[in-house]
C-alpha cells in the first residue's frame, strides 16, 4: 500500500544484490511520487531530441518542440544560424511568456506574433515595438534563454540542469563501439513507431534491463541468442547488455574491431541503457533507439526509432521482428503493473547472475527520489 502523506517515501537499496530487495509496490502506482520523478530525474537529465539532418539540416531552419511531451513539457526550439550553427534554446517570449515559434520552417529571425518581439536565430533579443521609455533595456535577460546541445553522430540531447557531462554520459557507448560509423545511420519513418503502454515507466526500463525473462517470454528471439553466453556490464549511469549469438548460426554479428574487448565474440547487439530513460539497441544493420516518456503513474509512450546503417542486414537475428518482441514485453509488464497494487505484495529479491541491471537502476531511482 502507498506510504501515509507524512511518510518520506523512501525506499533504501542495499548495495549487496544477494541482500537486497526491490523497491515495494506502491513506488509505481504512488501519483506524488510520480510527480516527484518529474523534477528529481528528469529534469536534470540527458534526453534525446531528434536528427539534426531531419530537423534543421540548412541555414535558416527552425524547429520547435515539447521536451520529453507528456513529461516535462519543456517548449524548447532547434535553430541553424547563417553561420551554420545548430543551437537549442527557450521557445518562450521573454516579454510576456508566448510561444516565439509554434510551426517548424526556414526564417530569417524568430518574431513573436503576440507583441512583435524579435530575436536573431541565436536567440539575441533584436527588437521591440513601443519600448522606447523603458530604463535598462534591453539586457541580457532579454534574450531566449540556452541550453546545452550535444551529439552522436546526428542525434541531438540536451538538458535542462545536466547533473552530468554528456560526455561522461555518452562515454560507455564511445568506448564499447565508437568504431561504428554513426554519421552513416540514416533515420527510416516507416521503421519508427509509438507504443502506448500502461505502466509506469520505471517498470518498463528494468524490464529492459535484464535478459532473465529472454527463454520465458520471447521465444523467437530466445531462439537467436545464446543465454548463457548472456552478459551484463554496469558503468556510472547506465547499463551494458551482450546479445551473443548462438555457435554456428547464420544470423549477422558484428565485425568487431580486433582492438575491441568484445573481438573474440559473435556479438548480435549491444543493447545500452542510459539513465534515466533512453535506450541504444544496436544491431549489425543499424541502431534501434528507444525514448520511455512518462505520461502518468501506470501509462508511458516508447518510441522506437529506426536507423538503418546495413540493409542488407534488415530483418534477420536478434534485430528482426522487434515489433513482435515488444508487444510481448507490453503484456508482460502490464500484467506486472496489476500486480504490483495488490494488498499482498511487499518486496521482492534479485537473482545475483540475471538481474545486476535491475538492481543498478533501481538503487540510482532510489537514491534520485530520496528526501535531501
Not at 516579454?95 to 503576440?114: I, K, M, S
Not at 524490464?207 to 552478459?231: A, K
Request: proline share 8%; with cysteine.
Amino acid at each position: 500500500m502507498p506510504p501515509s502523506p507524512n511518510t518520506r517515501a523512501s525506499f533504501p537499496i542495499d548495495a549487496d544484490i544477494r541482500e537486497a530487495h526491490t523497491p515495494p509496490g506502491w513506488v509505481y502506482c504512488d501519483a506524488d511520487l510520480h510527480e516527484r520523478a518529474k523534477h528529481k530525474v528528469f529534469a536534470n537529465s540527458w534526453q534525446f531530441i531528434g536528427d539534426e539532418t531531419t530537423l534543421v539540416r540548412t541555414p535558416g531552419q527552425i524547429h520547435p518542440f515539447s521536451l520529453l511531451e507528456g513529461c516535462l513539457n519543456e517548449p524548447l526550439l532547434l535553430t541553424r544560424g547563417d553561420d551554420d550553427a545548430v543551437r537549442c534554446m527557450s521557445n518562450v517570449c521573454t516579454h510576456r511568456a508566448n510561444l516565439v515559434c509554434e510551426t517548424p520552417g526556414v526564417e530569417r529571425h524568430l518574431r513573436c506574433r503576440y507583441h512583435g518581439r524579435r530575436f536573431s536565430l541565436d536567440g539575441t533579443f533584436q527588437h521591440m515595438p513601443e519600448f522606447e521609455q523603458v530604463c535598462n533595456f534591453p539586457t541580457p535577460a532579454d534574450n531566449l534563454a540556452h541550453v546545452p546541445l550535444e551529439k552522436l553522430g546526428p542525434l541531438l540531447f540536451t538538458s535542462l540542469q545536466h547533473a552530468q557531462p554528456f560526455a561522461a554520459w555518452m562515454q560507455p557507448v564511445q568506448d564499447r563501439i565508437g568504431w561504428l560509423p554513426f554519421r552513416e545511420f540514416r533515420f527510416d519513418a516507416s521503421r519508427s513507431r509509438d507504443y502506448l503502454v500502461q505502466c509506469n515507466w520505471a517498470l518498463y526500463c528494468e524490464n529492459y534491463l535484464e535478459g532473465f525473462h529472454i527463454p520465458f517470454v520471447h521465444t523467437s528471439l530466445n531462439q537467436t541468442l545464446d543465454y548463457g553466453l548472456y552478459r551484463t556490464d554496469l558503468f556510472h549511469r547506465g547499463v551494458l547488455q551482450l546479445g551473443m549469438s548462438k555457435p554456428g548460426s547464420p544470423d549477422p554479428v558484428f565485425e568487431v574491431p580486433a582492438a575491441s574487448p568484445d573481438s573474440d565474440r559473435r556479438i548480435a547487439a549491444y543493447y545500452f541503457w542510459l539513465w534515466p530513460n533512453l535506450m541504444l539497441n544496436f544491431y549489425p544493420w543499424g541502431l534501434s533507439l528507444n525514448v520511455v516518456r512518462p505520461l502518468a503513474v501506470d501509462r508511458t509512450r516508447v518510441s522506437f526509432l529506426t536507423y538503418v546503417w546495413r540493409e542488407d542486414k534488415l530483418e534477420q537475428g536478434a534485430g528482426a521482428g522487434l515489433d513482435r518482441v515488444e508487444r510481448e514485453d507490453e503484456a508482460i509488464v502490464e500484467a506486472v503493473q496489476k500486480g504490483l497494487r495488490s494488498r499482498l505484495y511487499t518486496r521482492g529479491r534479485y537473482s545475483p547472475t540475471r538481474e545486476q541491471g535491475v538492481h543498478h537502476f533501481h538503487r540510482m531511482l532510489s537514491a534520485a527520489l530520496r528526501d535531501e
